[in-house]
């Protein structure tokens, strides 16, 4: 199984993320042409999206498509949980991830270079955070429950992204009890820690270069 990954992509450390709670390494390599949006790629994964994974004649993207893949075919640990209501919450959170956090962190990527938020970034950003907040387990002390899960994979490196650009920006969001309680027991974590504390180093590297005058 190979897995197709870029350093900067948060979605190819989710996935990283996903094969160290697993246990499991496999073959990860850049994109051939140098960039996902090549035509060596595109020959490869039709998609031209990052990450995937390709499994003998099977090509799968969407992060959260390889994540359930993954889950199954690498069943120990179970990572979805098996009660029905906790599953859905699993998969909420995921999406909650995708498609309203990590877009709106993605975007102040355009803003580094200048040292300044647009408008209304830092409140847009602060009301996705209070509904991630709202669907996290009460007891945790993970996103659901007391082991890391799928849930658990997405938000750690959207995290990272946030805390270095904190001092960038002169901002501080207000992280909920239960989500600084989620951020200490991931960061305890040695498997987070192994693609964190690398992906940490790789954005800090980004914004140095983003922000050189060279």
């Known amino acids: 199984m190979i897995l197709y990954a870029v350093p900067l992509s948060s979605y190819c450390a989710k996935v990283r993320l996903c094969l160290a709670l697993k246990g499991r390494t496999i073959d990860v390599r850049e994109p051939p042409g140098g960039t996902y949006r090549s035509a060596e790629y595109r020959a490869i994964v039709p998609s031209g999206t990052i ?9 799968l993207a969407e992060s959260d498509t390889i994540l359930e893949y993954l889950e199954e075919v690498f069943p120990d640990p179970q990572l979805l949980p098996v009660d029905p209501k906790a599953r859905a919450r699993a998969r909420l959170l995921g999406r909650l991830h995708d498609l309203h956090l990590e877009p709106r962190v993605r975007a102040l990527f355009a803003d580094v270079q200048a040292g300044r938020m647009a408008g209304g970034a830092a409140a847009a950003i602060q009301a996705k955070l209070d509904a991630i907040e709202a669907n996290l387990d009460a007891e945790g002390p993970f996103a659901i429950g007391s082991r890391p899960g799928l849930a658990d994979c997405a938000y750690p490196a959207t995290f990272a992204i946030i805390e ?3 001092p960038l920006f002169d901002w501080k969001p207000d ?4 989500t600084l309680r989620w951020q200490a027991a991931s960061r305890a974590h040695p498997a987070f820690e192994t693609v964190i504390g690398p992906y940490r180093a790789t954005v800090a590297e980004w914004i140095r270069a983003r922000r050189s005058p060279n």
């Not at 990450?51 to 090509?59: K, N, Q, R």
């Open 164 to 166: 270095a650009f904190m």
């Open 51 to 59: 990450p995937a994974i390709v499994d003998g004649d099977f090509v």
């Open 175 to 178: 992280f909920g009890r239960r």
